[in-house]
């Protein structure tokens, strides 16, 4: 993925990161954001990622979800998302 060696602002992303119970599928630690991927099994678990997402974020992290189908349609759009969050994160420590 776009986000491993550092490719994307300089930012460490890890991949397939446990998480008290849950396994993330990408975090980046120093600022503490997961980046978890859903495909269409996730239209019927919606409990369950809720539950997911609670939990991850009351560990520290915030969560951000994309679509399986974004990523390989609009990878353009889903980098700048994950920009974005990550600026979000910049923009609250100033």
Known sequence: MHVRNRALGGYKFR???PIGP???????ISEGLVIELDGSQHHEQTDDDR???QWIESAG???LRLWNND????MHTVLEAIMAELQRTN????
Not at 91 to 94: E, G, L, M, T, V
């Open 51 to 53: 539950q997911r997402t």
């Open 61 to 63: 992290y915030r969560v």
């Open 15 to 17: 991949r397939q990161v």
């Open 91 to 94: 923009d609250r420590d100033c």
């Open 22 to 28: 849950y396994v993330a599928d990408f975090v980046c």
């Open 71 to 74: 990523i390989f349609q609009n």
